[in-house]
């Protein structure tokens, strides 16, 4: 069975009636998105580490909702905010980004492994500038392997 196939029978199991599907990553994996038909959405890109669309609630509101994966390979991460950043474009909607960016972006984000790198950091705070993102503040653990545990 395939990773497609295998990701088709999943959809079959939940409460959803679209499939997107992104740019699968060998058995690595790769991004997929479910959705009901009660959201208005088309898929208008994607890529291994992102999938973007297009919400609707009306004629007259659309924003961009786009789901990422950053990157885990340091060789990997300043290109993929340069390409996210190409994809938002000239964009005058709303837009949102939503995931996993893969990225620590201040040291106390860090703990243990190898040393902060400040230059990726910086590939990513230039992305949400230039992008005229917000970053929302993180509630709960710190740290998402952490299971809620006090240290």
Known sequence: MTQRSSLCLLGVHL????????ELIGIAGGLALWWTNEVNMSVINFGKNFI???????????????????????????EFWESLS???????EKWCLIGDSNIVAKPEEKLGGLPFDSSQAKWYYDFIDYSCLIELPIKGGIFTWSNQRSE
């Open 15 to 22: 409460p959803v009636s679209t499939l997107a599907i992104g």
């Open 52 to 78: 973007d669309t297009k919400v609707s609630f009306n004629e007259e509101e659309e924003w961009f909702l786009m789901f990422i994966y950053g990157p885990p390979y340091a060789d990997e991460k300043r």
């Open 86 to 92: 190409s994809l938002r474009g000239n964009r005058s």
